[in-house]
């Protein structure tokens, strides 16, 4: 008879470790990326080649606060409303940044994301503050 919770359990586990591999060649072709993008700080604009550089650098923290969630999630086998919140007001915070480097963000999308990061905000005090590890 197949134990049908240790076989969801190894299969789980090795979609996560797949997923961490995956996530673990994202971040070093990531950091390759930002390297070869030197470049174009001093060949193309200043003000260009830095918005490229901005852009790929929060992408690239966005990329290690999943590598860590995941290797938190292998580790202890659930998710935390902190890990999740932190990723999502990094997206957030990206999204803001590129807008307002790119000078491409309307102050509609400001104030949606000020309020998106307003309420991630108040999530992620909440989820420390009433931890369920706390208590």
Known sequence: MIDHVNFFKKVTDSIVTVVLY???????AGMLRLLLDLRFVSIDSLEGGFNKIVTNVLTLFIVIEFLKTFADYSKHERIKLTDITDVTILIAMREV??????????YEMLFAF????LVLGVIRVLAVRYSPEKV
Do not use: Q
């Open 97 to 106: 940044a590129v807008g307002l480097y790119s000078k491409s963000i309307a």
């Open 114 to 117: 000020s309020a998106l990061l």
């Open 22 to 28: 995956v996530l673990l060649l994202v971040l070093i």
